[in-house]
């Protein structure tokens, strides 16, 4: 009761106090403060009008900035695999492994802990075919930056992250391979350190291997969600094409396998086997010895970088002898039902010619020349042809032209000018047996093919082209031109069937199968000097010859030995291939009753 009086009371005193009223505010203050707000909400509006106008674009670059994430393409490259769909190269994913020891922290760790390296390289020692102490050797006492390991597998990096060791960082990309090793390095050749091609079709059809890939801007909002605006059409496609060769795995290891065998039997240089299809000038198999490992190309001497095959010329010898008498064919100097006085020696411009073992086989036709490999028999038949229409022929044929082929390096052959073919008879009397020119064993094939496809010159080729997924390309159809008559071309594949049926071919005969072939052993020109005692050994193949699809030839560079001729180091490879490819393409059985003769086409 007492308390409420009380504070009645002070409350009255309170209503009882006078009230002083406020001083005015002069005007002149107020307009002093109100100026200053205007000349504030100027200066608002002028740096408002400044960012929005003239700083807009550099404040919107710098925001974009902040919110885009860019990342650059990687790299990649397609995938190139043979004519069965075997993967010949490839990217595959491999990681360098970083070390940032200042960032060491082991999982359970305080944040603010830094662990000693020692600690980490515990760790990672299990892991790595490294030992702590080369661990620590390499960390040695730099802060961050560590570049630890290159060529770390996918398992192991998935290990590694497992680990959550902080300051610990794994950086993927793609690495090349090839699966196939030595087999296919002749044409595909590979990638340096720096992933830049160095030879075959790596380098060659570079941009084809390139994978479709574009640099990828993403935005993201402040909370870190990506934005799908902004992004440019097509930057997540990612294509999954694959170069796809005509070149068959399984026949390549067996061509390889037999001719590394005989190269080395008879201490040879090097050799080459070819095998093409006659219809479309697609190659099954390319086998080159020496070769390389594309893995580990370090490891081996540049020469063997190239392809000698398409980028090395030979004289030919008796090998183009059939082609020679498909000319004179052709051109009506000599006739399928002739003959030909062989006495073992011919003088020509002064110049002696002999046969290689130097006997006189007497009238003979030409499906014997072939036999025999009769050199004076070749001369006299094809000096029917004039000079003239000789070099024309063998101009038409290419042989002085660069081969349209997507083989990388090839290079045209040689063959001496008209005039000199035309004024110096011993030019055309050499050229009858395969020298005094010289072109590439592609080459060969090639004319080779002409003879057995019914005169068409198809383009040789390694590549079917890009492919999408799975997918395979079938067989290509190209037709060629047309040079020779088909007639013409059956008279001489049955003068080569009876090379082996009867004469230097013999060893490749096999049961149930008609072939034609004919040997080579031909002297070795260096810098147009013939080397003494050098040679270069060939056979060609070209089966069944009812129905001519292959070609098959082999070329021995400098065997050593006394009894090296083309139907001891060649033939014996060229067999082998065929008895692979007869099962591989599943070449049915010649008819019995299919027959050719051999003595007038």
């Not at 010329?313 to 090998?319: A, F, I, N, Q, R």
């Amino acid at each position: 009761m007492g308390r409420t009086d009380q504070s009645r009371r002070t409350s009255g005193q309170r209503s009882r106090r006078r009230v002083v009223p406020l001083e005015p505010v002069p005007p002149g203050r107020m307009r002093s403060v109100f100026a200053l707000l205007c000349l504030g909400l100027i200066g608002l509006m002028g740096r408002m009008a400044w960012l929005q106008v003239f700083q807009a674009t550099e404040l919107e670059a710098r925001a974009r900035s902040v919110q885009t994430q860019r990342t650059q393409p990687l790299g990649t490259r397609r995938p190139i695999v043979d004519r069965t769909g075997r993967l010949v190269a490839l990217d595959e994913e491999r990681y360098r492994l970083w070390l940032h020891p200042r960032y060491f922290n082991l999982p359970g760790d305080e944040p603010t802990l830094i662990r000693p390296p020692a600690d980490v390289a515990a760790r990672l020692a299990p892991l790595l075919p490294l030992s702590e102490e080369e661990i620590l050797q390499r960390m040695g006492d730099r802060p961050s930056g560590i570049k630890l390991m290159d060529g770390l597998d996918p398992e192991t990096a998935t290990t590694i992250k497992a680990e959550g060791i902080s300051g610990v960082d794994l950086e993927s990309y793609p690495h090349r391979v090839y699966p196939q090793g030595e087999l296919f390095a002749n044409v595909v050749g590979f990638l340096n350190q720096d992933r830049e091609p160095q030879a075959g079709l790596e380098q060659s059809r570079h941009e084809d291997l390139q994978r479709h890939e574009q640099a990828r801007s993403l935005r993201r909002g402040a909370d870190g969600t990506p934005l799908p605006d902004n992004l440019a059409a097509g930057v997540f496609f990612g294509d999954d094409l694959r170069l796809q060769l005509t070149l068959d795995a399984r026949l390549q290891a067996v061509a390889a396998k037999a001719l590394a065998d005989q190269v080395k039997a008879w201490k040879a240089q090097k050799g080459v086997a070819i095998v093409m299809d006659v219809t479309n000038g697609e190659l099954l198999a390319l086998a080159s010895v020496p070769t390389y490992d594309p893995n580990n190309y370090w490891s081996f001497p540049t020469a063997r970088f190239r392809e000698w095959s398409v980028q090395d010329l030979y004289e030919p010898g008796s090998t183009f002898k059939p082609i020679n008498l498909a000319l004179a064919l052709q051109e009506g100097v000599i006739e399928a039902s002739g003959r030909v006085n062989d006495n073992g020696s011919v003088t020509i411009g002064g110049w002696p010619i002999n046969n290689h073992d130097r006997r006189a086989n007497g009238l003979i036709d030409y499906a014997t020349v072939l036999q025999v490999s009769s050199n004076v028999g070749m001369v006299k038949a094809m000096g029917n042809l004039p000079s003239s229409t000789y070099w024309d022929w063998m101009s038409r044929l290419g042989l002085d032209a660069r081969p349209d082929t997507d083989l990388p390096g090839a290079v045209a052959g040689q063959i001496k000018t008209k005039e000199q073919f035309t004024t110096q008879p011993i030019e055309p009397a050499t050229a009858s047996f395969g020298q005094g020119f010289s072109l590439t064993p592609l080459k060969l094939v090639q004319l080779h093919a002409l003879l057995a496809n019914g005169g068409r010159l198809v383009s040789p080729h390694i590549t079917r082209g890009l492919r999408a997924g799975d997918a395979l390309a079938p067989p290509g159809s190209r037709r060629g031109k047309a040079l020779l008559d088909p007639e013409v071309t059956r008279t001489v594949l049955a003068w080569m069937e009876s090379v082996v049926e009867q004469g230097s071919g013999q060893g490749v005969k096999t049961p149930g199968y008609r072939i034609g072939g004919k040997t080579g052993t031909a002297q070795k020109a260096l810098n147009g000097v013939y080397v003494p005692g050098a040679l270069i050994c060939s056979f060609v193949a070209t089966l069944p010859v009812e129905d001519p699809r292959y070609v098959v030839l082999v070329v021995v560079d400098e065997p050593k030995g006394d009894n090296a001729y083309g139907s001891t180091v060649a033939l014996p490879v060229a067999k082998s291939i065929i008895d692979g490819l007869l099962v591989i393409e599943k070449v049915p059985p010649s008819s019995a009753s299919s027959t050719i003769s051999t003595k007038g086409g």
